[in-house]
């Protein structure tokens, strides 16, 4: 047995028997380091860690490009260092070659947005949703108006209580994320429909007991919706609204921030409605915003028109 396989071996036990990682977390760092093993056999690179360099790990890194996304790779080399860092700490190396090693950078995805018209098209849906009976329609109509006017996270809508709701201002508290409470305005049209909603929320009942008492948004039962179901309504009506079959909730928050730039409010604010813990956060929307722009300039500006006289 190579060196490397005991030094490996006893990296994966200490994973799973003093840091207790889960076996699924150990089974990704066995994968990653039998790939890493299998390169430096097929290379003809010494099988032990006492001998490696930090040029030897980079070229197995160089290796996975064209066949792993930055993130996968991302994964990889954090399983190299905390594999170096295991052995330095234990003894086994003077110097940890994997302590310069860095990731890839992630391309950044910009936040994916409805326009304005295609966002009405998606909350207005429900209405006209002749498969679905009343209750269904009204609820359904209520969560796209709340995920869309208030911004919610699609988490922040499943656990959302009766309690929370105060009509009388027209606000609601939400629990965030890191159990983060904040204030989120309900405007005119969600409270509608919520109104509407919760007129006809009892009969949301099965026929052994009564609606929780509790959630504000239950399936057909009466039992709370969870996060999965919700994730389904509005592919439902992503499809019929906008024929985007694959809408995703966090669309409707993203459109919901992108809206509000557009129409001037400002980044503080936004920031507080979406609950960002980090305004940096919230600065994506601003090359969202920036990217519409000069698709607007590209196609109505006489100086970004071909031709121009000179």
Known sequence: ???????????????????????RTVDSYRRDLEDFRRFLGDKGLPLDARQHRLVMLRRWLASLFGRYAPASIGRKVSTLRSFYRFLRRRGVLRVDPAAQLKAPKREQQLPRFLTVEDAFRVVEAPSTDGARPEPLQLRDR????????????????TSLTLQQLDFATGEARVHGKG???????????ARAALDAYLRVRPRLRSTKRAPDPHAVFLGRHGTPLTVRQVQNIVRRY???????????????????????????????SIQELLGHASLSTTQRYTHVSIDRLMEVYDRAHPLAKDGSEG
Do not use: W
């Open 179 to 189: 159990n983060k409470e904040r204030v989120v305005p309900i405007g005119r049209e």
């Open 142 to 157: 209520a969560i796209l108006e709340l995920l869309y006017g208030s911004g919610l996270r699609v988490s922040e809508l």
């Open 1 to 23: 047995m190579a060196p490397l396989d005991e030094q490996l071996a006893a990296f994966l036990a200490y994973m799973e028997s003093e840091r207790r990682a889960s076996p």
């Open 238 to 268: 992503g499809t019929s609204g906008a024929g985007q079959s694959d809408l995703h909730p966090h669309a409707l928050r993203h459109s919901c921030a992108t809206h509000l730039l557009d129409a001037g409010a400002d980044l503080r």
